[in-house]
């Protein structure tokens, strides 16, 4: 059906946004222990990567790529967001990763244009 | 004259934006009190709620997201960082960083003009 078929290629798809970010947190922080002197490089290699692959999925979206990392030593964290938006076009989706020394939380808005 | 007010009221001000988030939003809700493991959703809740009600009151034409983190003193680290595919010329965003003897604050503030 046309209709349907111009809403996927417009629309917010939570689960293609969430496996690209997956793939950018693996792909910079994968593998690695938490480093004091590394952690400034990683936050920014994965929003960087993120958003490339964002923007080449062509859909007519601006978008905001956050990403916290935190040592895990004990400390409580709480993070919370609220957009004023338009309800029926724009999404979001926060992606929760972990190892053994630190997690990491990415959180994706896309807004319509 | 008339076009540089115009832009005033639809600028995204950080200053302005800053203040309410400090003083409105974080002292009103956190203040001096001490990190609470069973406090801390209903304060970080509180704080972009806080925000997004005093940012809409000020009627201009911009969508908004507001994230907040709190996080306890207790040594760890913690980076943040944000990356942003928009309209170079008209969106912004400011970052409010807060703390008291026991607790950080980071607010974000992104603003997307329609």
């Not at chain 1, 952690?39 to 993120?50: D, I």
């Not at chain 2, 400090?22 to 406090?39: E, F, L």
């Amino acid at each position: 059906h046309p209709f349907v078929f111009l809403s996927c290629q417009t629309a917010f798809v939570v689960d293609e946004v969430s496996t690209i970010i997956k793939e950018s947190v693996e792909g910079a922080i994968g593998g690695n222990a938490y480093q004091h002197s590394r952690v400034n490089q990683w936050t920014t290699n994965v929003v960087e990567q993120s958003l490339s692959q964002l923007s080449k999925l062509g859909k007519p979206f601006k978008y905001i790529v956050t990403c916290v990392i935190m040592q895990k030593n004990g400390a409580g964290l709480q993070t919370a967001s609220s957009c004023f938006w338009d309800n029926t076009t724009d999404g979001s989706c926060t992606v929760r990763w972990e190892n053994k020394s630190m997690y990491c939380i990415v959180s994706v808005f896309g807004l319509a244009i | 004259m008339d076009e540089f007010q115009l832009s005033e009221e639809t600028a995204f001000v950080v200053d302005d934006i800053t203040t309410i988030i400090k003083d409105v939003s974080i002292c009103t809700t956190i203040g001096s009190s001490a990190y609470q493991q069973n406090r801390i959703n209903q304060w970080t809740s509180s704080v972009v709620e806080t925000s997004l009600s005093q940012l809409s009151k000020l009627g201009k034409p911009f969508k908004y997201i507001v994230t907040c983190i709190i996080l306890q003193k207790n040594g760890a680290g913690l980076h943040t960082a944000s990356s942003c595919f928009w309209d170079n010329t008209m969106d912004r965003s400011c970052m409010v960083r807060w703390e008291n003897k026991t607790t950080y604050c980071i607010v974000c503030v992104f603003g997307l003009a329609v």
